[in-house]
T-cell receptor
Framework: DVKVTQSSRYLVKRTGEKVFLECVQD?????MFWYRQDPGLGLRLIYF???????EKGDIPEGYSVSREKKERFSLILESASTNQTSMYLC?????????????FGQGTRLTVV | GQQLNQSPQSMFIQEGEDVSMNCTSS?????WLWYKQDPGEGPVLLIA?????ELTSNGRLTAQFGITRKDSFLNISASIPSDVGIYFC?????????????FGKGTHLIIQP
């Protein structure tokens, strides 16, 4: 079974802090994604990566950056956390290639910025 | 980004009832996926559909890829308490690459005792 693991289930950070959310997948997937989930807004794509050191902006990249130094690991960085970044963050991975679009999710990180 | 219209937004049903939900779009999709999310957890893939007209079952769940490639539905038969959760549809646009899936906003399924 595919396993996508997020480093923390719950985080509480202060406004202005730099925050790192880590995600690791163990199935050699090419693609990795970061989403945030908010009530009434569904899942929104922040950034994705289709290869090591490659990254692409999603729908809401402002205030975030990402890093993919190794294939299995995709990190989301909040450069200076703000209260409007309080949310559930979900990492996902997929195999990539034509017809291989099934994304598998981690358990989520609930971030609270105070 | 592209929009998927998922309905209903929420459903209040009795245990044992059948459930039906759907997603529609103005765009053509290559792939339709259905996920379930339990409270405090990440979404879990239920069913994947890759061909127009395809009808696929997974236990009490049945999903179909619409002939027009612009819609999909999910049915749950004889609901049980553990079916409670949020169900999401997701689609991969025709011609889309690795830029992620487009998600519906979810259907909250609540089972009344």
């Amino acid at each position: 079974d595919v396993k996508v693991t997020q480093s923390s289930r719950y985080l509480v950070k202060r406004t202005g802090e730099k925050v790192f959310l880590e995600c690791v997948q163990d199935m050699d997937h090419e693609n990795m994604f970061w989403y945030r989930q908010d009530p009434g807004l569904g899942l929104r794509l922040i950034y994705f990566s289709y290869d090591v050191k490659m990254k692409e902006k999603g729908d809401i990249p402002e205030g975030y950056s990402v890093s993919r130094e190794k294939k299995e690991r995709f990190s989301l960085i909040l450069e200076s956390a703000s209260t409007n970044q309080t949310s559930m963050y979900l990492c996902a991975s997929s195999l990539g290639g034509q017809g291989a679009t099934e994304a598998f999710f981690g358990q989520g990180t609930r971030l609270t910025v105070v | 980004g592209q929009q998927l219209n998922q309905s209903p937004q929420s459903m209040f049903i009795q245990e044992g009832e059948d459930v039906s939900m759907n997603c529609t779009s103005s765009s053509i999709f290559n792939t339709w996926l259905w996920y379930k999310q339990d409270p405090g957890e990440g979404p879990v893939l239920l069913i994947a559909l890759y061909k127009a007209g395809e009808l696929t079952s997974n236990g009490r769940l049945t999903a179909q890829f619409g002939i027009t490639r612009k819609d999909s539905f999910l049915n749950i038969s004889a609901s049980i308490p553990s079916d409670v959760g949020i169900y999401f549809c997701a689609g991969q646009l025709r011609g889309g690459g690795a830029d992620g899936l487009t998600f519906g906003k979810g259907t909250h399924l609540i089972i009344q005792p």
